[in-house]
């Protein structure tokens, strides 16, 4: 075993997956698991699925507790990443799942998150394509310090980039609507996640342009068009179902490709890439295909009397979303294996 | 009891909820109920929900049957209804919940069904809201043929119609992504309706402006905005509910009114309507709201940003998005109160 | 109207079941409603679904607040019902649809909630039939006071008491598992019941002789056995479903009746019951058929090898569980028809 | 690669799991995939999950296209599994995930199933307890045909054989009541088992003494209560979730132990098994927590009151219950480790 990892908020959903995946990994071992009101228990009692960790508990979220890994992962909600991770050591590896590190633009984090910019952090989705036809996944290798997407960016981002890169739909004009699983909302303890609200129940939130999501991925289109302003609407739905996002996404054609080279544009994209696969010609991703696994499945169509292109990608919002990206930019971080101890395979139906 | 109702294609779950609600309707009554292939078989084994009518059996779906009532409910794939239709006595008020009467243009017809035209009845959406500020409603009483629309169609019609209306928002890019439940999907045996695929699984289908719903969405939205051309890209998705679409479709803003002036032109078009409700400022559409329901609930909101109205109508796609419809419009062709005998409130949760 | 109908605590999951029934009774009309926590908000807040009165506001639960009416149905937790109670003038209609009043026995409440007794009220459970062949419905007209049953006593005691009272079934080893949807746990927000942790879940709770209902179930038995001590396994478990019981219960075959002396007995029980059907021979209850409805759906069978009789029953929990066995207790209490108000034709699919 | 994997039935649920486990298996690959009515399909048509084997087509299932690998796995329907493993080589190693080599009595066959009796097999199912102590996985290394347990049989027999090994339950009254995920009925094309019907729908099948896993569940008990024989009361119920099996289990106690021995029984039958957890007292199982694992969570409890010991047991019906037993016992045969790539952590929420 190589190096051992450090979970803070571990009693999470995030952090939850991320031990799943981590007693899956050959060269990254389970180290402290940490939490905040949860700290003290056993952690079997928030994750029964952790069998394999039955014995351990979790300890306080602090800097001390964390100390003395090669990794540390932070599962925590946004502002308590920034205040720990200023208290981590410079040579550790460190990973934030929370938003505090991800915005280059401290204008658009202070319009969206009302608090000072902590600063930005290289940016953990290396299947980016950018307009120069690099991927993000270059800046990586050798990072001690790492920005994981959200998990509704990675799916609207592996969906468009690639006809944006390619100049074959505009960023002008852009409109996202997801169906999400409950769990992207985390286990807070809110009446509208209850199961008797959920269950039957398709809902839209945050709707309107206030999403937080929505600088994270126009600074992502935005690497993919070159520059170009991006425009977006977007809406997430919350529907019945505990892991998943479908994220349909459709821009103005440019006309600068017909229906094959609209394609050709995502070939060329994710032809190499061991987790965003673009489907068969007329076959549509379902999220039940990448549950737990840590895979986009992608597809597109162009609709021509609308004068649309529609992409549609879908991940787990746990896996590909936040905890397997995670750990895949560690793997590129630590120069393992990008794909090490990943599982590639969805658990359906 | 003033009238006896016959359904055709009363096996399926059109012709189930039509069932639920005739027995509870105090001016109509059940009367013959056929079926194709379950013709013979009890009713009960099928509906096992309609306890009050476990003594009634399927006939075969044969003019003669249907005859010698007052109302007749075709429930029936599109095709077989134009041809029972056809046989039917001219003062008889037939609803046909199928496609085959909706649409007006003969080459749009032809262009998404591949079949000949069967004529168009006069429409049974009561609430849409035309350029010139009547209602469809008007075109129904005395009525004897009536399309009911397709349950896609109300919603989004429901959704946007008023902004066309009023010239708030353009009819040349809109977009429109649904959350379907599976029941609109009938009962077919199809490999992707089984439980085991739908649970847990979001997935979209008929992608790229090849869903048969789109030239009657643009029927009716053209009638909203006065005649100007529609331009529409459509993508519904199931997830894992068994009733209820929510609609999220967005408009560019034209810039002739500011967010309260767009508001007000949705406060105006369904103040005094009882089944269509503008929910309070900041209260989004749920589906398991209106479950069992004749009822749509809408929100709008205006993202400066985007330069997009974002507006979201939930139904039940069983209840107002067709049997509930049928019975409202039955209502108001045979002189009845328009609510009679219609439930408002949703089993929630 | 003849009625005004008061409701305290109706911020919850019974509270607002019953103002979807009371909203369609043509007697009973709504009055004031009233919450704890939530007093001051506005009702549609909580209850989307309940669009009829959009306009009320919650008031908070004191004995001022409910009195003037005729009827006070009280849909609180158990403690504080008895304590509301005890301020309501006799002259008023009080239904307790918490546990408070319902059993006999002061040891065995003492036993299992560990307060003092309030002292029991008539039981509403008009259908449970008793070992000399008349039926709990007699004890109700001109009652003051009804104690409303519990949800999961209710299907048990529907799916076995008639092979009791006939002496078909021993009374002293019955065996009684349940899955439950989560509204039965009302809208608590506690971790196990968000929607990330039901959906795709199946758990047991309250195993091994500790669930409150037990004391209730027994009581009910013992009546229709003739006051033969009753002896309970009993398991709830959680499915991921909204609403509904699915009651399996199993006793031990007196050799008194083959297989068809033993239908017989549900047969003459409910035969003439509006709201409990025996379902034909071979067809098994589903929940989604009593959806919303005041309706159970009994089935039963002859395990020979096993020596044992096998009771279904299915019923909504927030329905016939609950809100509609208040009313159709209220609808008894006052005089009026039985079934005034109450839906039988459950929402399916 | 030590060895190749043949799967025949690779169309259906468990021929899916059994190629997303060998997918992740160092030792094992995946050889020819066949098919019956889908033979020239591409495997990821049916099984989209599996995209490292998206180059794939469907074989029919032959004994040609199954020869020349040395392991082939069933996953037929019963009958058709005898035929074709009739047609291997005896130094084949075969699993056969159907019915047809389960059961040692042909009577029991033969009353069940209603055809002749095609032999028994070395039986899959290694942590079975047999009452002298020695453990069912005994006779699997080195044996060249294998029968792979039915998925309820297996969380039944693990919930309670521990009990009747230890004397401390009495075999002669045994009832389980079983909740079901919907995969365990296949992918065939049936109403019931469309989404819409079993979204919100609880309900029973195979009530009252005809499933056929009963004689199974009594071969397996009776192993572990040495020759008594066993009587079983045995009811499943199809609940809304695509896998998963919750069992729960209750037999009369014989009193010779009291609760902390009855525990006991279960600690020391399960201690050392790498995938039969007994949870900590007082945790229950959910089967959330198992899904996609090759792992059974166990708990038990005493009744006093009742005179009886409940244990539940909960697995993923198509992992432990089907295609992770298979290759368990596959390594076990092939003087693999027994834990070899199999997943013990489910993927919850």
């Given at each position: 075993m190589g190096a051992t990892v450090a979970i803070a908020g571990a009693s999470g959903y995030a952090g939850g997956e991320l031990l799943r995946l981590l007693l899956a990994h050959p060269e990254l071992g389970v180290g402290t698991v940490t939490a905040h009101s949860?700290?003290?228990?056993?952690?079997i009692t928030h994750h029964p699925q952790l069998i394999g960790l039955a014995d351990r508990t979790l300890e306080p979220t602090t800097a001390e507790a964390l100390a003395g890994h090669d990794v540390v992962i932070l599962a925590l909600p946004h502002g308590a990443s920034a205040q720990i991770a200023a208290q981590l050591p410079d040579d550790v590896l460190v990973l934030d799942c929370?938003?505090?590190?991800?915005?280059?633009d401290a204008a658009a984090w202070q319009k969206f998150y009302g608090t000072e910019h902590a600063g930005s952090w290289p940016y953990g989705l290396p299947e980016l394509v950018h307009a120069d036809g690099?991927?993000?996944?270059?800046?990586?290798?050798?990072?001690k310090r790492i920005a994981v997407p959200g998990c509704n960016v990675t799916a609207v981002t592996l969906a468009l980039a690639p006809g944006l890169a390619a100049g074959?739909?505009?960023?002008?004009d852009i409109v996202a609507v997801l169906a999400c699983g409950t769990s992207g909302a985390g286990k807070s303890l809110k009446p509208h996640l209850l199961a008797s609200e959920i269950m039957g129940a398709a809902s839209p939130y945050a709707v309107g342009g206030v999403h937080r999501h929505i600088p994270e991925i126009q600074q992502n289109l935005q690497l993919a068009s070159g520059g170009a302003p991006v425009t977006l609407s977007f809406t997430p739905t919350l529907v019945p179902m505990s892991r998943g996002i479908l994220a349909t996404v459709t821009a103005k054609l440019?006309?600068?490709?017909d229906g094959a080279g609209v394609r050709a544009a995502w070939e060329a994209a994710y032809?190499?890439?061991?987790?965003v696969h673009l489907l068969p010609q007329g076959q549509w991703p379902t999220t039940a295909a990448v549950l737990g696994a840590n895979t986009a499945h992608v597809q597109v169509t162009v609709d021509e009397a609308a004068g649309r292109l529609v992409a549609v990608a879908a991940i787990d919002n746990l896996t590909k979303g936040t905890a397997g990206a995670a750990i895949q930019s560690a793997n590129l971080a630590l120069a393992l294996p990008e794909t090490l101890g990943l599982p590639t395979t969805g658990v359906a139906p």
């Open positions: 949860k700290a003290g228990d056993r952690l929370g938003a505090d590190h991800r915005l280059t690099h991927k993000q996944r270059d800046a990586l290798p050798g990072a074959v739909v505009a960023p002008d440019t006309g600068a490709a032809a190499d890439e061991p987790f």
